[in-house]
């Protein structure tokens, strides 16, 4: 099936679409994207998704209209008719000169394309994800690496890295040795009761999923820090997760080849999903 996209404008078949190989997303990674899960044909957390896009454009001086970009984002979901959708939001900074010069692209390069999305197995949510640490260390003193960037090199990089290994994700640690984030999602722990995710500080992106958990975890009276978390008190804590917009809450039960907590999913993560689940019913109910 060829999918209808938003390209500049228009919604047009996928197979149609064409942007100028001048294109500065294209020469030098210079763009942003969002990764948003439809459900019963509606975008969970799409003004979300879009405030984090705005924010990350002001700072790299790519315009983004909200606004133009929601519709564009109702419109094909709409004409495609896909009821559980994976929807990609590409912004770049648009058509420039060969020669790296900012000021030369007078207007950004917009896309939106969706594709039919299945979650992972039941059996990897009742077993969980295995994770590596990745050799690849984040920057925490790097603008970029706070922004949803169009130049996903370490990701893919470390992607492939737990891929060799049989894993499912890998871990990031920061240049002082801190955990900050997998390679596409967000990661939480627990020990003593309380939920633990890195700080914002150490070199993370500010998930969507990530805040829901905060919203969540205050209304199931779970107390949540956001700290410095060495990859020791990863080993050492009862239950951990990860969580991004598309896979939502997956519980991590190994790190390499050493079980956390008693290697399956913890109470604490299994309430959270629930009640993610809970919301997503109530929020895209039509």
């Known amino acids: 099936m060829d999918e209808i996209i ?3 404008g228009k919604l047009i078949p996928r197979s149609k679409a064409k942007i100028s190989v001048l294109d500065y997303g294209f020469l030098f990674g210079y763009g942003l994207y969002e990764t948003v899960h439809t459900y019963n044909g509606k975008a969970f ?3 979300n998704h879009l405030a984090r896009l705005k924010f990350s454009g002001d700072r790299l001086g790519i315009l983004i209209h909200t606004a133009l ?3 564009a984002v109702n419109g094909v ?3 495609n008719n896909f009821q559980q959708a994976r929807i990609r939001i ?3 900074l648009g058509e420039g000169t060969i020669t790296p010069n900012l000021v030369s692209c007078t207007k950004p390069t917009i896309a939106v394309m969706a594709t039919e999305y299945k979650p992972p197995t039941a059996e990897k949510y009742k077993n969980g994800f295995k994770v590596i640490v990745s050799n690849i260390r984040r920057n ?4 970029v690496t706070y922004l949803k960037s169009a130049n996903a090199m370490e990701n893919m990089l470390a992607r492939q890295e737990a891929k060799k290994t049989g894993a499912d994700e890998a871990l990031f640690l920061n240049e002082k040795g801190y955990l900050t984030e997998a390679a596409g999602s967000n990661i939480f722990l627990v020990n003593g009761g309380i939920l633990k995710t890195p700080r914002y500080e150490t070199g993370i992106l500010p998930g969507v999923t990530r805040v829901v958990i905060f919203e969540l975890a205050a209304q199931l009276g779970i107390k949540v820090k956001e700290v410095n978390i ?3 008190e990863l080993m050492e804590s009862k239950e951990a997760f990860v969580t991004n917009s598309m896979i939502e809450i997956v519980p991590v039960t190994k790190v390499g080849d050493k079980k956390i907590g008693d290697g399956k999913p913890g109470e604490i ?3 959270l999903a629930s009640a993610y689940k809970r919301l997503v019913k109530k929020e895209t109910r039509l």
């Open 269 to 271: 993560t299994k309430q």
């Open 140 to 143: 925490s003193r790097s603008p």
């Open 90 to 92: 590409a912004v770049s």
């Open 230 to 232: 060495k990859p020791s």
């Open 6 to 8: 938003y390209l500049n």
């Open 69 to 71: 970009i929601h519709e």
């Open 77 to 79: 979901i709409k004409t």
């Open 45 to 47: 957390r799409l003004d």
